[in-house]
Each structure stands twice: as structure tokens, then as C-alpha cells.
């Protein structure tokens, strides 16, 4: 397959799957296990799980692909770094100056992260083979990441970027059901 191809493929499975991440712990009545790869409040932290879970889902079939290229880890550790920090930047940037957040801008962040990261990946899986102990040390990263990803998502730290703007809480103590949130304000 055309690598443009894959990569456009990527980002729109990626794209939408991130989307429906924002929601599946509502839609699913929130199964805990579900909460570590969703979404379950709406802090900063929340909305950059919902591009690192199914970047790391599509991991599935990228590294069935391209596993077995010396760039791999690289090129995954580069991706998913550009996801955690593109999507912060900009959003408390715009904020700054907005002093409050603008959902066209959100989601174009999103889409903007996720492209970037995902050509990013495109381009270092296509160059020069880095050494072996680069190769080494992108895995590690790699796992290093994956477990810093689960253990911020059970024990966030009590930091405004892991704060709930609604509730005021941090991590699966300020879940609030969306639904019913916003069945309420619609009765208002």
C-alpha cells in the first residue's frame, strides 16, 4: 500500500476513533477498565488519552507493518510524544489569551496533533535505519510511556493539567455523566 495512503488511513481511523473516545465512557455507563483508555473528565490530560489510545491501538497494525524496521520505536516514541505535548501547547497558548476554551479550536488541535504525529511516524519509519541502541532506547521509552500513561490515568497528579475545569477534581473522582449534564442545562 501507498504509504501517503496509509498514513491518510491512519489519521482518519485514529481521528475518529479519539472522537468517539471522548463519549465511550459515558455511552458504556463507565466500566472502570474502560476509563484508562477513554476519557472520563475534561481535563487537559483526558483529551491527549483520547489521541494516545488509539494511536497505541493502531500500534496493532502499524507495527504488524512496520515492525520489523529499525525506526519502528523511534518513529512510534516520536508520534506519541508529539501528541502529548502539540495538544497542551496550543491549547493553553489560544487560552491564554481566549481565557477559556473554543471547541472549533479544540478540535482542530485534535486533528492537527494527530496528523503531525502521524507523518511524523511516516517520515522517520522512511529514514536512514538509526543505530541499535537508539532502536533500544525508543522501546524502552515506549514502554517507559505506556506506563507512565496508566499510572497518570489512576493516580493523576494534582496539577491543573489533570484538573477537571467542571468539577474541580482530578481523574475518575470528577467523572460527571455528559449526558445527563447536559440534559440538565438543556432544562435550564
Partial sequence: MDQVLFTWISIIVIFLFGCL???LY???KGPKALGLFTAVNESTWEHIKI?????LLWSLIDGFIYGNNPNYFTA???SLLILSLFIPFVFYSYTRFSKKPILFIDIVTFATAIIIAQFSFSIIINSVPVPYWATFASAVGCFV??????TLTLLPLKTLFFKD??????G???HR????????SRKK
Fill in 177 to 184: 455523566n455528559f449526558f445527563k449534564s447536559v440534559k440538565k
Fill in 172 to 174: 475518575f473522582r470528577a
Fill in 26 to 28: 459515558d455511552i458504556l
Fill in 145 to 150: 510511556f505506556f506506563g507512565a500513561y496508566m
Fill in 51 to 55: 489521541a494516545i489510545t488509539p494511536t
Fill in 165 to 170: 475545569p467542571i468539577t474541580g477534581k482530578y
Fill in 21 to 23: 473516545a471522548h463519549f
Fill in 76 to 78: 512510534k516514541l516520536a
